[in-house]
Nanobody, 130 residues
């Protein structure tokens, strides 16, 4: 079991930056694949980024590639999402998620699915003004 708490959301102007944090409870944080998703009003939850146990492998949604960066600090049980060059269409509630896969091999497409993750935070609101 792991509990996730996001922070760092807020209001920012288009072109600005925010850094989201997700603090995880428990001693086994380094065994979890971590992901960020977002959900805008009236839309489905959407994959944003994921990071492997060690941080060596990351994946991004095409719409944020080159602008967002996911990282993790296993010593602090925290995963981050650095968001630069924010656009109005990035506005959403951002959720942190954790998965503890049984296999060390994870197909790249799997981490993009919400169903891959067993644990979710409560979300943090990101608002981008134009």
């Amino acid at each position: 079991q792991v509990q996730l708490v996001e922070s760092g959301g807020g209001l920012v102007q288009a072109g600005g930056s925010l850094r989201l944090s997700c603090a995880a409870s428990g001693r086994t944080f380094s065994t979890y694949v971590m992901g960020w998703f977002r959900q805008a009003p009236g839309k489905e939850r959407e994959f944003v980024a994921s990071i492997s146990w060690s941080g060596g492998t990351t994946y991004y949604h095409d719409s944020v590639s080159g602008r967002f960066s996911i990282s993790r600090d296993n010593a602090k049980n925290t995963v981050y999402l650095q968001m630069n060059s924010l656009k109005p269409e990035d506005a959403a509630v951002y959720y942190c998620a954790a998965a503890s896969p049984l296999s060390t091999y994870i197909p790249p497409q799997a981490v993009r699915l919400a169903s891959f993750y067993a644990y979710w935070g409560q979300g943090t609101q990101v608002t981008v003004s134009s």
